[in-house]
């Protein structure tokens, strides 16, 4: 069954320091990728999207990943990291299927992103 | 903008109780679904729906039921709640044939099972 491994639970940050969060999965096909933001109390919310050309995708609030398709990932990163971008982070794969436009996400566990003042 | 809406936001139910959990999305997505969130283990699937008349099961479906009553809405049905369904459900919507566009998903409804 495909997975998807974020091995970053927690992580604690300084403002204005850098962000980097790892992500990994396993499935060996073609793959939609996505990041998702949590803020406390509220929904999900896409932070980010890669679907294919440039492997480096920008996303709202200064965040971007990048794809490396040899290593299966797909990190999310910020130069500098504000108060504000206190949340959860979710990575998400979406294993395509052919002849199908159905999206079916599989979730990483997520990481609790505290950034303090 | 409504968007994914969901009710209730908050339940309390004794183990053996029943509960539905409805959703309704004002987007006119084709495809929805059903998902609960639980520390540490991040979102995972319960039910689908990928068009009207249309429901599937997901990776956790056991002990839930779906309706997809028309384009709009999709309720979650627990028969016989059980503490180990205690958690935090969200709904959740896309277009179907969008493998480019994301889910939407609602604020999500905070259930605890006694």
């Known amino acids: 069954a495909q997975s998807v491994s974020q091995h970053n639970h927690h992580v604690i940050l300084s403002e204005a320091a850098s962000l980097e969060l790892g992500c990994n999965y396993s499935?060996?096909?073609?793959?939609?990728l996505f990041w998702y933001v949590q803020y406390p109390g509220q929904h999900l919310q896409l932070l980010l999207k890669?679907?294919?050309?440039?492997?480096l995708v920008k996303g709202i609030k200064g965040f971007e990943a990048e794809f490396i398709k040899s290593k299966f990932s797909f990190n999310l990163r910020k130069p500098s990291v504000q108060w504000s971008d206190t949340a959860e982070y979710f990575c998400a794969v979406n294993p395509r299927t052919m002849n199908t436009g159905f999206q079916k996400l599989v979730f990483g566990t997520g990481t609790r992103l505290l950034v303090s003042p | 903008n409504a968007g994914v809406t969901q009710t209730p936001k908050f339940q309390v139910l004794k183990t053996g109780q029943s509960m539905t959990l409805q959703c309704a999305q004002d987007?006119?997505?084709?495809?929805m679904y059903w998902y609960r969130q639980d520390p540490g283990m991040g979102l995972r699937l319960i039910y689908y729906?990928?068009?009207?008349?249309?429901?599937d099961k997901g990776e956790v479906p056991n002990g839930y039921n779906v309706s997809r009553l028309n384009k709009r809405e999709f309720s979650l049905r627990l028969e016989s709640a059980a503490p180990s369904q205690t958690s935090v459900y969200f709904c959740a919507s896309s277009e179907y044939r969008g493998l480019n566009q994301p889910q939407h998903f609602g604020d999500g409804t905070r259930l605890s099972i006694l």
């Open positions: 729906s990928a068009s009207e008349g249309t429901t």
């Open positions: 987007m006119n997505h084709n495809s």
């Open positions: 890669y679907f294919s050309g440039d492997p």
């Open positions: 499935y060996g096909g073609t793959v939609n």
